[in-house]
């Protein structure tokens, strides 16, 4: 009804400003940039040529985004004209009258001052001023100095006048004059370099396709250069010299990728080269510049973790699929940034599901679907035109729940007709802009359907799915009709329901929910043993059904999809003791095809119950041992040591001289309850990196030898374990560690869980983390000034000063 909608747009609005498409008076053409660098003062000098055009009306003047410069010199054609800069905005006075399709070049030398940028940053971008310089008085042993950039949202203006809108396109040139030592990296190709007489360098390089102004990308500093190819095109890796050896394993699927994505989409990678850069305190995971991709630290992995898993694989993949869904064509305003993100982050499902199989995809898809449910954002559409600030839109909707929303449109669709819309979408939209009415009206060209339903509810609504499920069997007419209940909010959509039989057939049920209500009868020739709701799995939705332990038991042991296991173990998992069938059932999971089903049923597992445990332990032993996935075999590990049997040491002897680390954590800590010394004598060879990377097992041996001597160590890592597990014996040992820290006198240890407080109070603001590291630096204050700590003044400056920029 048009009052109910009248309403909704009235609370959605109530508060916040419509956020519209911003205005186009001139467009962005060419964007020639020479910058060098004031690494004393963390600034740019810069020179710019910008060309424009009116976009459709006359124009006298122009007005550039420039913020905190110092403007020195604005030209128009060689001459001097009259300027005015305020607000971060420069306004130039054209002194004529352009006409639609008229060119004109405005010059504009300036000084940069990224460190007085006042913007702020959002959730999943954490800073906001553009330029970034690290350690560049070369003051910090532990650091690389670097320069890069970040532009998302609207920050590339903190470092060069522009139109800092994602609905302009530009192509440009760039000429960066660097240290010769250091290594440069920019969108486009490297047309020249030039040795200057003062010890510097200057690189041209140049992107004559356009993109929009928040893609620029610029990096320098000393990296290592791994050279890869595909086709034609250079492939480059980035990577701090230690990592140069594992460059290839972190990022070598790459060119896979790139011919994976361009079958899939029908459209082939359409810029000219592709390249990927690891940099230091990077200010968000990482960023689809075009051509050159920035990644955080976290990339960078040694050899003993890409064994266990290469956990950057979906953001490289994410940041890859940008170059269709994002570069190529771009969200016209940021209330459409389901367009970019969407994509990028079903893009990872795509991959995972041609490269490792539905079962890893799947596994994929449940833990993004998780991370929306548990947001708290059920109330906000995927398009929003109403939000109090950009960065808000990058959120668990744009991305998690994006991404399960095309899952489901594939699945309407099915995949000749989604893939086709995409193709479709990309192609007539190439280099430029669009929104999500164009994305439907693509998918409705190829598919011939009506898709305003799909697009209002799921585009341009909130909320998901939410029902409950009965079932009314009748053994008389052999039938049982099946009941949905919706809560909240009524969805209408395709349900998949399969029957399976006591004989073992299964048939699927296709159909259509569109109520609050709905009910739907099925004959059987026998009792079914399960009805399996949402078969497909594909919806965005929580089902509430009551199913029995037989029906789970069952529903492990024939039904194929991913979830369909999981489920079903999770809902098993505590009748062990009293259900021989379920126990089992957990058993045969051991060697479930998908391998973290098999770490899922070995944390699961109850070796106390009391029917086969000899026979299970034995099982468990062997796939300690023989498990091809290291992670599986650093979960039976785990689960061996909580036996607290020397018999299984020499497992553990052999696990902590593993390439795996997973495998290496897991055998200390297991070592450790039967063999202190041997486990202790181990941890202490190794050296500090590797102490880093296996920081779970080595801080909780740390704890547990109550070793105060290394209070730095765990608090680099306390608060990850006081706050980012659920395992309540940990938060409960690691607390207690926090205690040792707060009551210390080790300025190095109070630096560093200030430090970590301030980072993830940062982070996870969102979250009002940041108002409970307030409290909790303020409860270590109090726990200072009762001490008799002789430099307790000293340390309580350092926790205030944690405080004042949580607070700021």
Known sequence: MIVALFVTVLSQAQGKKYQAEREKINDLIHTKLKVDFNF????????????????????NKVTLDAKSFDIHQVKLEGSDVPYNYSDNEITIELGKTFKRN?????????????????????????????????????TDPEKPTQIWTQGETESSSCWFPTIDSPNQKTSQEIYMTVPDKFVTLSNGNLISQNKNTNGT???????????????????????????DSWKNLKVDYYVEPEYEYAAKDI?????????????????????????????????SGAMENTTAVVHGETAQQHKGQLIDNNEWEGTIAHEMFHHWFGDLVTTESWANLTVNESFATYSVYLWYEYKYGKDKADAHMDEDVQVYLQSGSEDKDLVRFYYEDKEHMFDPVSYHKGNAILHMLRDYLGDEAFFEGMKSYLTKHKFGTAEAHDLRLAFEKISGKDLNWFFNQWYFGSGHIDMNVTYDFNTISRNVTVNINQIGKTFKFPLSIDIYEGNGVVRRENVWVDGKESSFTFNFNKLPKLINIDAKRVLLAEINDKKTTQNYIYQYNNAPKYLDRKIAIENIADKQQTNKDAYNTILKALNDPYYELRI????????????????????????????????????????????????????????????????????????????????????????????????????????????????????????????????????????EAFKWIAQSDNKEAIENVTNSFVKLGTQYKKYNFDKMAVNMLNQMVSFQQNSTNTNKKELIVILKTGMANLIE
């Open 40 to 59: 004393q003062k963390s600034q740019l000098n810069g020179e710019a040529w910008i060309t424009l055009t009116p976009h459709f009306y006359p124009i």
């Open 102 to 138: 008229e060119e004109y070049t405005v010059y504009i030398k300036y000084t940069a001052k990224p460190e007085e940028v006042v913007q702020k940053g959002s959730v999943a971008i954490q800073d906001a001023k553009g330029l970034y310089f690290i350690d560049p008085l070369e």
């Open 201 to 227: 360098r200057t690189d041209y390089w140049k992107m004559d396709e356009k993109h929009a102004p928040y893609l620029f990308f610029m990096g320098a500093g000393e990296f290592s250069v791994v050279n």
């Open 251 to 283: 990022f070598g699927l790459t060119p896979e990728m790139l011919t994976f994505f361009s079958n899939l989409t029908g459209v082939e990678y359409p810029w000219d080269k592709y390249s990927q850069i690891v940099v230091r305190d990077y200010v």
């Open 600 to 735: 899922l049923a070995l944390e699961n597992i109850d070796l106390f119950q009391k029917y086969n445990k000899k026979d299970a332990i034995s099982k468990i032993a062997k796939i300690a041992s023989n498990d091809p996935k290291t992670l599986v075999r650093a979960a039976a590990i785990k689960v061996l040591g909580k036996l607290i049997d020397p018999i299984y040491k020499p497992i553990f002897e052999r696990g902590v001289d593993n390439e795996s680390y997973a495998i290496i954590g897991a055998s200390l800590v297991s070592l450790y309850q039967i063999d202190k010394q041997g486990a202790l004598a181990k941890v202490n060879s190794l050296n500090n990196k590797v102490k880093e990377n296996l920081s779970d097992a080595v801080v909780n041996i740390y704890i547990s030898e109550k070793d105060k001597s290394n209070l730095p160590f765990i608090a680099n890592h306390v608060l990850k374990g006081m706050f980012l597990t659920q395992d309540k014996r940990t938060q409960s040992m690691y607390g």
